[in-house]
């Protein structure tokens, strides 16, 4: 069974493919992104304010491109980890800070009945019993 959610830009509902732009808005989105590429083609090294300026394309949308991983940081200046401040090529954080985050995401899930007999050494009555 299909979701059926709104879409993001628009409001209108569509079918869940994935994206949180219904199709409509995802062909102006593409659009745009192969606006913002071309201009970073002639333009390279340019900052965000110049490319919004020079396009007419906010500068939210550019953020928004850079922090899908449509476009690489190393044409786009004044980016960095949110955590750590590194200058970083694309995502949102650098690969040390997800890293941290996935290792601390990790320790937070709760354990199995096996895994806190592995890892604390903890028996039930009826294993102390039978040794």
Same mark, same amino acid.
């Given at each position: 069974? !299909?979701?059926?959610? $709104?879409?993001? &830009?628009?409001?209108? #509902? ?8 219904? @199709?409509?808005?995802? *062909? !102006?989105? !593409? ?7 071309? +201009? ?8 965000? %304010? ?6 007419? *394309?906010?500068?939210?949308? *550019?953020?928004? %491109?850079? $922090? !899908?991983?449509? #476009?690489?940081?190393?044409? *786009? ?15 949102? +954080? ?15 899930? @709760? +354990? ?6 592995? &890892?604390?050494? %903890? &028996? ?8």
């Amino acid at each position: 069974m !299909d979701l059926i959610k $709104n879409c993001s &830009q628009c409001g209108r #509902l569509f079918n869940d493919m994935g994206t949180n732009l219904c @199709p409509d808005c995802s *062909i !102006d989105d !593409d659009k745009l992104y192969m606006e913002v590429r071309k +201009y970073l083609q002639d333009h390279t090294g340019a900052t965000i %304010f110049e490319i919004s300026d020079a396009t007419g *394309i906010r500068e939210h949308k *550019i953020l928004q %491109f850079i $922090n !899908d991983g449509r #476009l690489e940081r190393r044409k *786009i200046q004044c980016i960095e980890c949110k955590s750590c401040g590194k200058k970083i090529i694309r995502g949102t +954080y650098c690969e040390s800070c997800q890293w941290q985050m996935n290792i601390s995401a990790e320790h937070k899930k @709760p +354990y199995s009945t096996n895994e806190k007999v592995e &890892q604390f050494g %903890f &028996q039930s009555f009826k294993e102390r019993r039978k040794s």
